[in-house]
């Protein structure tokens, strides 16, 4: 297992996340992704620790609150030093009936953090990320309010999920000019089967130096090796009946083909080689993987031993590339069309190449 830098902190968390949306069951979708209990629970976080995994993410909203409670007595029967373990959960879904208690307010934000640290069992979490975007709440009142809970000592690092990169970048712009705690970190959807990152916001994260934190790097399971390119797999599967998130299926039988020859070349299973691949991208920080069973859990975990010749790396990458899209594609043409510096024109062939070319 290496270890890198969450985003510009010093603190060091592991390549590998587990996550813990699987845990507690609850009703509706909750149910469908997973309803893993004390025992199951206790099970996956050993190994995940053991396996060198010192990062674990949750949120209010995964099976009603359960998944906190399961993840702090899990904490609290492993008995691990709470130093070794970093925490992360999240704030922003309804977590009640009230027309208050969902959102990125002042009010909700500095109630949940409260309710969070209740479930879990603990006085403080490493990293609290907004859950998403709230269309009603000015982002500097975001930001205000999680500097707030950052100065309380209730969160050492604040992050953001599921955001447009220009909000992103405005709250990051605001809390820099404002002395304010900064977001370090963005927990996104990110697979082989599903690169949309690639356009803006993984861009956006390098430039400022926050965190990825890929989520559902399977694809909510698709890519595990269980599904053909129609995605019929087994029916008590999560993609059967929770079908999420979204993938473009005419580009899915290329990934899924370049997946299994890449495994078949390394000998490793469908999932690990999709997990391996995102291992090599520089913006990826972490990798949030979710388990229901053991075995599951260690095979993604062996994820970090499989390394990936070029052309593997490669391959998968053609097989998945974004199609061209304004302004990515426009950048491109330019940038051949009239290269500083280079003192010369491109050909034909070049600027074809250049309009053709995918992100």
């Not at 993410?57 to 899990?74: F, I, P, Q, R």
Request: proline letters at 5%; a neutral charge.
């Amino acid at each position: 297992m290496r270890y890198k830098l969450l985003g510009r902190t010093g603190l060091y968390v592991s390549e590998l996340c587990l996550g813990a949306m699987t845990f507690g069951g609850g009703q509706g979708m909750w149910r469908a992704i997973g309803a893993l209990g004390n025992e199951e629970v206790n099970s996956l976080l050993g190994t995940a620790l053991d396996g060198g995994v010192n990062f674990i993410d949750t949120a209010d909203v995964y099976s009603e609150g359960e998944s906190e409670k399961l993840v702090g007595l899990a904490l609290k029967a492993l008995a691990r030093p709470r130093e070794q373990v970093v925490v992360a959960t999240k704030v922003r879904g309804r977590v009640g009936p009230g027309v208050n208690q969902v959102g990125l307010s002042r009010a909700h934000i500095l109630a949940s953090i409260d309710g969070s640290l209740q479930r879990l069992g603990l006085d403080h979490v490493d990293l609290y990320q907004i859950h998403g975007f709230d269309p009603v709440t000015p982002i500097e009142e975001t930001v205000r309010a999680l500097d707030d809970v950052v100065r309380s000592g209730k969160a050492r690092y604040v992050g953001f999920s599921n955001l447009p990169a220009w909000v992103a970048s405005k709250a990051i712009t605001f809390a820099r000019e404002n002395g304010l705690a900064r977001f370090q970190s963005a927990q996104v959807y990110y697979s082989i089967a599903g690169r949309d990152i690639e356009r803006e916001i993984a861009p956006m994260c390098l430039a400022e130096e926050v965190a990825v934190l890929p989520w559902s790097p399977l694809a909510g399971g698709l890519l595990s090796g269980k599904f053909d390119p129609d995605k019929k797999g087994p029916a008590d599967s999560r993609r059967s009946n929770f079908d999420f998130p979204p993938v473009h299926m005419e580009r899915l039988p290329r990934v899924l083909a370049a997946l299994r020859q890449v495994a078949e070349q390394t000998g490793s299973s469908v999932a690990r080689a999709a997990l391996a691949w995102q291992l090599t991208k520089p913006f990826v920080t972490s990798i949030i993987i979710g388990a229901k069973k053991k075995e599951q859990l260690v095979d993604n975990l062996a994820a970090t031993e499989l390394a990936l010749t070029s052309e593997q790396v490669k391959l998968l990458d053609e097989a998945s590339a974004l199609p061209p899209e304004y302004p990515g594609w426009m950048v491109d043409f330019q940038n051949v069309r009239d290269p500083r510096g280079s003192g010369k024109m491109p050909t034909e062939a070049e600027i074809r190449a250049a309009l053709t070319k995918t992100t």
